[in-house]
């Protein structure tokens, strides 16, 4: 559940960061750092294109707000708010889940369009707030890792994809940081067919990662922790206090079966979970051609 305060939009901020390559976009809590690889003119036109979705998008958002904080499916209109409850709509059979699920995926998810749309590029991608949407031509790679996101250091380990992986997507969630969970992983990587989808399915796994009424964890109403947030009353976790391995090793597999089954029924491709010093990792197959290095 990534939080999403309901204070009005700030203006667009448009920076470079220091290696004068990668493009940072800041309205409100939408926070996009872009780099795109093609040729330089493709490039520049890729970047006006990012620019230009990105000024007013919050405001489309807002306007359905009401609805996009009720249970999926809903009948929305703005292109942001389609791909969210799009991408939550798969995981509703078995879960009670908002579209709000999948607002900084579907973000990142739609500015990448908005890209390749205006110009032909070997290789993008769209980091917002850590949840990332990419795209591959034939014969690219992508490889990150939680240490070269300066800003956003909740991805769990090295994610390598390659061009002809099914995953375009990758989302992080987790108890930790600027997000809220139910659960108690540290964090929770999924990678999926798109950005989108992988946030949705993070907070699912991540809120299945838990050791119900364990006495050390402590959990509030998220209106707590922020005020304005659409959580509202729903109790998420302020903290987790000593556990032993064998506690860490039951509430990971708690979330792996999670993430397996979403992995057998072909929603994501693959996930890595961790609770304090124990990891689990989980692939739709042993030959996919993405990988985690945890």
């Not at 990419?134 to 390598?160: I, R």
């Not at 039951?250 to 079966?257: D, F, K, N, P, S």
Request: one cysteine or more; proline letters at 5%.
């Amino acid at each position: 559940m990534s939080g999403f305060e309901t204070s009005r939009p700030k203006r667009l901020r448009i920076a470079w960061l220091p290696d004068g390559k990668r493009l940072r976009l800041q309205d409100g809590p939408v926070d996009l750092v872009i780099q795109g690889f093609g040729r330089p003119g493709d490039i520049g036109r890729a970047y006006d294109a990012a620019i230009a979705r990105t000024r007013g998008l919050l405001d489309e958002l807002y306007s359905e707000l009401e609805f996009l904080c009720l249970p999926a499916p809903q009948s929305l209109e703005g292109r942001v708010a389609q791909r969210m409850n799009a991408a939550v709509v798969p995981f509703c059979a078995h879960n009670v889940i908002t579209p709000m699920a999948a607002i900084a995926g579907a973000v990142a998810d739609d500015v990448l369009a908005a890209m390749r749309e205006a110009a032909p590029m070997e290789r993008v991608f769209v980091n917002n707030g850590g949840d990332i949407a990419l795209c591959l031509a034939p014969g690219q790679t992508f490889t990150v890792s939680g240490g070269e996101l300066a800003h956003w250091p909740m991805l769990l380990g090295t994610v390598h994809i390659r061009a002809d992986s099914e995953t375009r997507g990758i989302a992080t969630s987790g108890w930790t940081g600027d997000r809220f969970s139910r659960g108690i992983a540290d964090e929770v990587t999924v990678t999926a067919a798109n950005a989108a989808i992988a946030d949705a399915a993070a907070t699912i796994i991540a809120n299945a990662v838990d050791l119900p009424g364990h006495p050390a964890i402590q959990r509030v109403p998220a209106s707590a922790l922020r005020a304005e947030d659409e959580g509202g009353e729903w109790m998420v976790t302020a903290q987790v206090g000593p556990l032993s391995a064998a506690e860490q090793l039951l509430a990971l597999e708690a979330g792996a079966q999670v993430a397996r089954t979403l992995c057998q029924d072909g929603l994501i491709c693959g996930a890595a979970l961790r609770v304090k010093g124990e990891v689990a990792v989980v692939h739709a197959d042993q030959d996919r051609a993405e990988h985690f290095l945890v």
